[in-house]
């Protein structure tokens, strides 16, 4: 899914999958902890969580504070995924996609 929306490249994070835009992460994949670590913004990352602390949660310390985001894959549905997925890609994306 994340690979789908524009100008997204592949790399790696830590040893973990990520996933970017013009260089900037915005979702990196857990896959042994079956979670995906998003790039949120901090109102978006607090309605998440209140929505569905099954499904999210900050980051510890200062990166959860920033916005980012863990999302627990084996719980999530493919709506939520694909919403999560392009609400940190808006994050970093160039604001020529702003209508996506």
Known sequence: MAGALPEVTEGAHNGHPDFRVLGRIFATLWVEQERLVLRLSRTLQAEWIEAEPDLFEA???????????????????????????LAAWREVAPAAYDQI
């Open 59 to 85: 980051v510890d310390g200062a990166w959860g504070r920033r916005g980012w985001t863990c999302l627990t894959l084996w719980e999530a549905d493919e709506d939520m995924l694909a919403a999560a997925l």
